[in-house]
């Protein structure tokens, strides 16, 4: 069963420490995504990898970096966390190409930043 | 600038009923359009998607239509089941672009005895 593994389900963190949330993907796709989800805005897209090494900033970068280093993993960094990122994380990834881009999303990162 | 709308927040029907979610967009560029399920603390799920070619895509209890001329699609469950309570993403992509899809802010579906 192909999935997105999301390693932490739950997080507690403090205003100013630094956060790393993990993402694996075993379906050998070239995209993965970081997108938070909020009551009432939906999905925002954080930031997009298409290939290792490679990223493009979503609509919501700010406050946020990334590291693609393997093709399997994509992991979000949240270099001094505040408390306005306190939401839920999710990770997706898809094959590269054009058309229907059918996302495929790991369980979610629920963070409260306190 | 919210390109993709999803004006209902909730949504009640009645076990056995036809379910109908509302999808609004802007942007006349978008080649394919998906929805997408969610259950608390689960990742959304793929349900089904539509080019926009065609007006209408069946798969099983799940009908879409799109209607370009008035940037509308609609999503339809018959007949509702309990398990499909949940919250519905709409999205919208261009062919060219990957990483551009675009979420409506999603509609709470919940199912009735």
């Known amino acids: 069963d192909v999935k997105v593994t999301q390693s932490s389900r739950y997080l507690v963190k403090r205003t100013g420490e630094k956060v790393f949330l993990e993402c694996v993907q075993d379906?050998?796709?070239?995209?993965m995504f970081w997108y938070r989800q909020d009551p009432g805005l939906g999905l925002r897209l954080i930031y997009f990898s298409y290939d290792v090494k490679m990223k493009e900033k979503g609509d919501i970068p700010e406050g946020y970096s990334v590291s693609r280093e393997k093709k399997e993993r994509f992991s979000l960094i949240l270099e001094s966390a505040s408390t306005n990122q306190t939401s839920m994380y999710l990770c997706?990834?898809?094959?590269?190409?054009?058309?229907?881009?059918?996302?495929?999303f790991g369980a979610g990162s629920r963070l409260t930043v306190l | 600038d919210q390109q993709v709308k999803q004006n209902s927040p909730s949504l009640s029907v009645q076990e056995g009923r036809i379910s109908i979610l509302n999808c609004d967009y802007t942007?006349?560029?978008?080649?394919?359009f998906l929805w997408y399920k969610k259950y608390p603390a689960e990742g959304p799920t793929f349900l089904i998607s539509?080019?926009?070619?065609?007006d209408k895509n069946e798969d099983g209890r799940f009908t879409v239509f799109l209607n370009k001329s008035a940037k509308h699609l609609s999503l339809h469950i018959v007949p509702s089941q309990p398990g499909d309570s949940a919250v519905y993403f709409c999205?919208?992509?261009?062919?060219?672009?990957?990483?551009?899809?675009?979420f409506g802010s999603g509609t709470r579906l919940s199912i009735r005895p």
């Open positions: 942007n006349s560029m978008f080649d394919y």
């Open positions: 379906m050998d796709h070239e995209n």
């Open positions: 539509i080019s926009s070619i065609k």
């Open positions: 997706a990834s898809s094959n590269q190409g054009a058309g229907a881009n059918v996302l495929t």
């Open positions: 999205a919208a992509n261009r062919y060219s672009s990957a990483s551009k899809i675009i």
